[in-house]
């Protein structure tokens, strides 16, 4: 448990690290953040197989319905990246005074990608008990969330609050 612990820290601390560099794309070459990326899923999917507990019949039906939940997942990720861009989170947005306008398009559009998120959770939900368990997709629910809350610290700690 505690090797399952310091992974899940690890990985989101090194996730987060990612996701924010994925949201200063522009500063760096596209070819290094797809290195970036490849990387953060490589080792997401090694801390998932590590502590799934998966037979080798239930991984032989599972990482397909993983790859595809990934993807989606991803496009997700890509839609919250573009979301940080367009509110400047990355650079000097604390400093500046937000435009109600502005203010209503990044509420509106985050809510949106929240509330698509857990649409995506709950459109997996019975591709994954076909294939494994409910125990087992609970504990990868479990994982997916811890990864997202150490992301979602990373990213409150680094996000300044409107003005």
Known sequence: MKKMVLASIVLGIFLAMGITSMAMAERQPADNMQIVR????ADKKLLIAENMGLTEKQAA???PVYA?????L???NNRSIKLIQFYNYA????SAKVSDSHAQKVLEEFLTIEGDRQKLRQSYLP????VIPYAKVLRYYQL???IEAV?????????????
């Open 38 to 41: 490849e990387k953060i899923q």
């Open 61 to 63: 039906a599972f990482w």
């Open 151 to 163: 992301i979602s610290f990373d990213l409150a700690a680094k996000i300044p609050l409107a003005n």
């Open 127 to 130: 591709k994954f008990t076909k």
């Open 68 to 72: 595809s939940y990934q993807k989606e």
């Open 91 to 94: 650079g000097d947005f604390g």
């Open 144 to 146: 997916e969330r811890k």
């Open 74 to 76: 991803m496009q997700l």
